[in-house]
């Protein structure tokens, strides 16, 4: 049963998205603020430097208008007491056709009035015929006209609170006075072409008293009087100029409750000026709508990644739910899959130690013709024995045939120990592990062994200390590796000349057997303890020795190692951890 690896990228990109996700969103607001705040800035200054520049050019042009309209009618009284048909009115004090007269000049010259009056300040003529025959001589415009022979300007302001502005010149003749041409003009139709824009103007005159304004309350006053006249503001103006505050710095005046520009325009007739208040507010309206427009699109981009999340938050949610479904039937698939393991490895735990059994089984059957072979030579040994004892007991020498019954029975120890060894070779070997010689478990491996290396003519070198070399373990299982590892190197050196098997045991913290024979060496060290890798021939073995080998090393506690030669073969290692003087017989106590 195969089961898919799944990469952990996505999985490892589900943990982290949040946070990004969230550093975006941060991001993102900050850019969208920091964007709203300077398009703020830089359209609050673009926008006010917009409307100042609009409000100088309105400035000018109201200045233009007021001096173009003294200009236009200050040379009307001029001409007017140089007329003769007035001059011979006057003359003959004949008025009867001198207002018909006046109104025709009125409508071309577009003043508000013309009068004229006599020398004793009365009117006889007039374009309203409503104030003929008014008294007028104490006024200041006929006594400075009466006084002067240039034409007067006077502006003054009656009860009414409009003030009056006015061109006065004297007519005379060659006897005298005969009597005052007075032009009135109607400056107050300047104020209706101001209305109507979000500023307020005024018109002061040198001594900074306000004779003109868009602000009826303002004229009379002087321009910090008209400044201090503030209506009670309601709530939503005293918000209003919080916001303006906020929005602008430090303000100026104020009116209407507004932060505002003022400007100021000369005119160069009587130190005229003429001041202009234009108010903040248009300006805030159209950064705010600038502003509205950008909130609305970063409100719409923010809505759209909104939306574009929530999809994929669907769609990943979607196959989140089939990959939990994969993964719940692939945790049933892998739980079968470990029970049938777990099952397989017990199985295989049985079959090894049956191998094992079976791989000494396997010796013991290929070492009983050999073995044969020994127990045959020291019975016909003793039967030689025995009859040399019965002749020599039959002529009386005893001594001589005690001596053959002692070696009749050395024989009979030599064949014990023969047959001792195979039947504990035979048993299987236990779990408790003892203190063991490395020696002792050597000499064990070569008396089973001796058959055969006598049988294949190996020349064997030792190199034993002289000193006991212990370790803990099972002294059978041991015997068997190093009985494995003595075959493996006879067939090794199956067809070379030279048979050489060294043997050395190396005391210190560990104990290490090393077994070198003079082969071939080893092709691949790295598969040489994998199960069923062999270098045998068909029917020879089934590669499980050394696996099996390896096995019984580990279990004790140490490592089964191979390499090759230096000189020729392949060197086999052993290596146990060394048991201190006194644990051994701790253990054995134990």
Partial sequence: MSVTERTPGPRGLSRWRPWYLRGLLVVFLVAAVSVIWISNIWLTERFTETTRNRAELRLAIYSGSVLSEIQRHQVVPLLLSRDPSLIRSLEANDYTNTSQYLISYVEDIGAASILLLDREGRVVAATDRARIAERRDADPFFVEATRSSDTVFTSNEPETGRFDFTFSRSIE?????????????????????WRGTSEAVFLANSTGEIILSTEARWRGRTEAEAMSLRTPPNAIQRALEATGDWAFGDPGPNFFG?????????IPFRGWRIVSYTAYTSVRERVNGVLALEIMGF?????GGFYVLSRRARMQSAVLARESAELRR???????????????????????????????LAALGEMSAAVSHELNQPLAAMKTYLAGARLL???KRTEEAASSFQRIDDLIERMGAITRQLKSYAR???DALEPVDMREALKGALTMMEPQLRTDTVEITQSLPRKPAMVMADRLRLEQVIINLLRNALDAMKGTERRELDLMIVEGDEVMLSVRDSGDGIDDLEALFEPFYTTKKPGEGVGLGLAISSGIVKDLGGRLSARNSDRAGAVFEVRLPALAEGQGGQTAAE
């Fill in 330 to 360: 692939l945790n049933a698939r892998l739980q079968r899959e470990i029970a049938e393991r777990q099952k397989v490895e017990r199985t295989l735990e049985e079959a090894e130690q049956s191998l094992q059994q079976s791989q000494k």
């Fill in 299 to 303: 409100a719409l981009l923010l809505a």
């Fill in 173 to 193: 003749n060659g006897d005298g006075l005969l009597g005052v041409i007075l032009v009135e003009i109607d400056l107050a139709r300047l104020v209706d072409r």
């Fill in 428 to 430: 299987k070997g236990g």
């Fill in 393 to 395: 007991l039959q002529r």
């Fill in 258 to 266: 507004s932060a505002t520009i003022r400007l100021e325009s000369r």
